[in-house]
């Protein structure tokens, strides 16, 4: 019976965990992961990096998982040992190959066979890469840069060395492909999910962000969700599951919010990496406990919804950017195609890697949308066709500043950030761009969030700061600036300080999360664009009703979370009023239940 109703619980189990085992040892430790976390299915590897499990082993793990009713795939991880003497002078890093090399091709395909002929299904660890610069690495890659040697490389390997030796043996295997969590840097070893997807029967995504200040891969734990969404919309329902691991891990809790945050995207399975790294490891104690929880909401809640942010296949630029204003409060469907039927569109500096991105940019606004661009998009935008849409201009100059106030002429009272924080001095020409947000320095003050109109659309520049490590530090009052710009795919934003998501579902219900780290638990809000009646607390049925008016005249409706404790799970249901969308005339306060 399935430990869960809306995902798979899944474990991985490298050669090394497995190869030794005997059953009773395998026996008395599946007891524990039933016990903690639950198990419905295992990856079990009969290879990695030079060791084979026999075939007397791998057959009697296989009937013992069988047994106990967990589904059995298999797994491969493409690495190997020195196999000759000429190996020693490639740079291999872990033992990834040279495909390039006929013994290390010819070698893999034993694995690959070897994999096949026990397992229906197998998967992909994620070593399936190169970034071999030796003799004959160089000598075949010829003219190309790396980026499209690699890319073209490994579409021919996928397709050679995996698939067809694989079908070969046997015709009914199905071959998964699991992408890494570093999905910025994709192009520069090979990774191609754009040409991928159609080589491969399914793929799969890595999701372990860690602990983001603490490793060198700068992943914001966002990530966990967004790349889950973004791998769905490369291959809509072939999107096997997500993948994470606890090193770098410490809190435990950022263990578990990589499982929250995985299992919000709505995954087929949720895998943890691996057997033999989280045998009586304490921080799988707790999840049995806490995955029951988001089970119960995704059973209430519907298909994942946000701002659609265009990120084309192989592009760089303001890296992870999208996930730290993710963790900002700004919910995002991260997509590798435009958008042009959605209402809203978000585009950070990769968009450019699409070379028809300003014909789309200004046809989508012209004919209605809203587009929310970053100051990296308007930047290398400038001399593009950016000046059809915008006097924003570009000399060059930067601004330093812990000061913010909000827009229009007066703009409010002035509100500090902790950190001093530098940002691009985006020139505008008055009242053809208008000013929502600023920030000040001395007697000036510069813009940081601004509009333009276009045809029947409109053109909101985001101005984000050069360390985007403090943007959840910005001051509420710009951070909800920010947010309130994002709501045409989710009718609501957040209010209050940074470090908090939503992650939001088409039909009416959320979650709302906020992140284990420097925050103390505080009070945020939630405010709706249309007539909401209340919203009801799915973890306890209780009712909130609003607070107060939003002073936006009219047509909003603003509702108080109390006391929401960093690494708690908030799942809510948003009740219309009968006329969803009219201004609201009375406001009933009341204290929301704790």
Known sequence: MATYKNFKLVLFCTAPNMINLTEAELLTQLKFFETYSGIDKVYLEPYRDGLTIPEEQLAMLIRVFRENGIEVSGALTTTCNDLTEGDKDKYRMSGTYCYVNKEMREYLVKTVEYTARHFDEFILDDWFFTMCTCDECRHAKGERSWEQFRLDLMAEVSENLIIKPAKAVNPNVKVIVKYPNWSEAYQESGYNPSVQRDIFDLIYTGTETRNTAGNDQHLPRYMSYSLTRLMENYAPGRNGGTWFDPYGCNPLEIFLEQAYLSAFARPK?????????????????????????????????????????????????????????????????????????AKSVFLTVQAHKDPEIMQKLTSFVAGGGRAIITSGFAIEALGKGLEELSSIRYRGRRFRTNTFRGGGIGGGGDAQSKHEMSFPLLEHRNNTTWTLAKAVAGEENYPILFSDHYGKGELITLVVPDEYGYIYDLPTVTLNAFREQFTDAVPYSLRGAGQCSIFAYDNDTLAVYAYIGDLTPGGWSLRIAGNAESITNLANGMTMYPTAPSGFGGGTTDFTFFMLQPGDLNFFKINWAAERNAPKQEFQAMSAPH
């Open 269 to 341: 399975e949720l895998t943890m990496f691996c057997w033999g790294s989280l045998y009586k490891n304490r921080v799988v104690a707790p999840v049995k406990m806490q995955l029951e929880q988001i089970d119960a909401f995704l059973s209430q809640a519907g298909t994942p919804v946000g701002t659609p942010c265009y990120l084309p296949p192989d592009a760089q630029g303001e890296d992870h950017l999208e996930d730290v204003l993710g963790m900002a409060g700004i919910p995002l469907e991260l997509t590798p195609d435009f958008p042009s039927g």
